[in-house]
């Protein structure tokens, strides 16, 4: 095997276990690169009484000592760019450039944790002569983040350095299908001088994540991954009493208008839904045409060809997803879709090992098919064509959708892309951008069923969901003049 099987990491050390293993293959050549253990309460357990251990010193730290840690391992990221971009090629399968693009993106999302102390302030008034209120923010104490296999470094830094920065203990739970890059943020972590007990890594799948759910100690459960799960895990952690934030999947409709840039749109949404093989969340989805379009569709399937399976494109996570898909296709083509450009057709380039689990871009067309188009994700680099008559036909469509992570406007016309951007029902919003993710400072969430629970996942109101306030008021004369507070 290519790397050491994967170990839980609790209290600073990687441990041995009993727990049965399960094989981590690399979808660029479908060969078993490590195992992972599927791991059970017991070893939950084990990485929460490390972290209670650990808060007392870690929550008395200052926020500016705790962030010192955080610049170390932010510059420790940098000087590995390569070695963790590579493991993030090799486990998870996207390419290179891409795999570099997420790790620069986990250094974007530490910087902001490191300036945590810049943010999270709290405040001070006299409310009344001599009486002062305060508000600080306090950790919650042991908190948990479980993550999905299609960014295994960027989502963990979604959570895990704001988390820390705020004072918190975590533990961590990486997708068992690409849990190796995780180890190396405990190594790095560990190397930027955090103490042990405070960062933990408990591997595994359902078991886990219900001990996680279950275990009274941990106060607080971050999740990211499909809808399905989203529900459970939201459901779980609140029925024990839980503050809980669980992102779920995505289907993003773009609105386009023949008035729209002919090169620009083309080009961006054949990135937005090629890119890492259709596996992101923010992935371009669906189009609704309103008008005739027609230019943009025929361009956009000239560069959407470009996307050969191979150096461009990356192969699907694992044969079942990949199955998924097919199935998915035919059965478009079979309710009459057409299909515009056809990836079970593509061959691969010299760089796509054929043992790998690839699949070309597809785009079906649902404007002359007997029936809708499924309203549920598919998470592949298939993209949808339906259409509209109208701008307000097409926001209907857009809102009718389950989800609500993205939605995106592609038009000249400001007006028309205000009205879009106001009333589409998705949390993040692209004015000619196919991928509208926020960068720091600015926060990532969708709405509807793509996100349950209250705040986001980044910026602000992160370091909200990983707080408390504690509002102290107080006196210390007598006063000459008395009101109720005093
Ligand atoms: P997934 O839901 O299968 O798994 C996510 C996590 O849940 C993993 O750690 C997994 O071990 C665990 N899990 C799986 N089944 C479970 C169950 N029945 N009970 C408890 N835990 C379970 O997701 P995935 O396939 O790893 O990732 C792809 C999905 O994640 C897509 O739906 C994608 O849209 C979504 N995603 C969403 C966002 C977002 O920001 N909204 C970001 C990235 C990925």
């Known amino acids: 095997m ?3 099987e994967v170990k839980n990491y609790i209290n600073g050390q990687f441990v041995s276990d009993n727990n049965t293993r399960i094989d981590v293959d690399s979808p660029l050549t479908g060969t078993v690169i490590s195992t992972v253990p599927l791991s059970i309460y017991a070893d939950v357990d084990s990485a929460v009484k490390a972290a209670k251990k650990a808060f007392p ?11 010192q840690i955080l610049y170390k391992y932010r510059q420790i990221i940098e000087e590995n760019v390569e070695s963790l971009a590579t493991i993030v090629h090799e486990e998870n399968g996207k390419t290179m450039a891409e795999a570099t693009a997420e790790v620069l993106k986990s250094m974007e999302l530490t910087e902001f944790a490191c300036s945590i102390p810049q943010i999270a302030v709290g405040e001070v008034l006299e409310v009344s002569m001599g009486v002062e209120c305060r508000t600080e923010y306090a950790p919650l104490g042991v908190v948990a983040s479980i993550s999905p296999f299609n960014f295994p470094h960027m989502v963990p830094h979604w959570t895990v350095p704001n988390a820390l920065g705020m004072g918190n203990c975590v533990i961590l739970k990486p997708s068992e299908i690409a849990p190796i890059t995780a180890t ?10 955090l103490p042990d007990g405070v960062f933990n890594i408990v591997n595994g799948a359902k078991d886990v994540v219900e001990a996680i759910c279950d275990h009274p100690d941990i106060k607080a459960v971050s999740f990211v991954g499909s809808t399905p799960v989203a529900q459970i895990v939201y459901r779980r952690a609140t029925s024990n009493l839980k503050r809980c934030l669980a992102l779920g999947g995505a289907k993003n409709h773009l609105i386009v208008l023949p008035d729209a840039n002919l090169e620009l ?3 961006d949404i054949a990135a937005s839904m090629c890119g890492s093989a259709g596996q992101r969340c923010m992935a371009a989805s669906v189009m609704i045409a309103v008008g005739n379009v027609n230019p943009i569709i025929d361009k956009l399937c000239v560069e959407t060809s470009k996307f050969i399976p191979g150096t461009k494109m990356p192969p699907i996570i694992s ?8 199935d998915y296709i035919n059965e478009a083509e079979k309710k009459g879709a057409k299909l515009l450009v056809d990836g079970r057709k593509f061959s691969g380039d010299e760089n796509a090992n054929p043992n790998g689990y690839y699949l070309g871009p597809t785009i079906i067309d649902w404007r002359n098919a007997e029936t809708k188009m499924p309203d549920r994700e598919v998470f592949g680099p298939i993209f949808e064509i339906i259409s509209a008559k109208s701008v307000e036909e097409a926001i209907s469509i857009q809102k009718e959708s389950p989800f609500g992570n993205a939605a995106s406007a592609f038009t000249q016309n400001g007006g028309i892309a205000k009205m ?11 004015i000619n951008i196919g991928v509208p993710v926020p960068r720091e400072p600015f926060s990532f969430g969708g709405w509807n069923s793509s996100k349950y629970g209250v705040g986001d996942i980044t910026g602000k109101s992160s370091l909200e969901f990983w707080s408390q306030l504690k509002k102290v008021t107080s006196k210390w004369a007598k006063q000459e003049i008395t009101d109720w507070m005093s």
Do not use: F, H
Request: hydrophobic share 35%; proline share 2%; net charge positive.
């Open 319 to 326: 044969p079942k997803s990949r199955e998924n898909l097919i």
């Open 184 to 193: 190396k943020m405990a190594e790095m972590l560990k190397q930027a001088g």
């Open 57 to 67: 010193v870690w929550s008395g730290m200052t926020s500016k000592s705790r962030s």
């Open 2 to 4: 290519k790397y050491q």
């Open 265 to 267: 749109s083309a080009s």
């Open 420 to 430: 879009i951007a106001q009333n589409a029902s998705a949390g993040m919003i692209g």
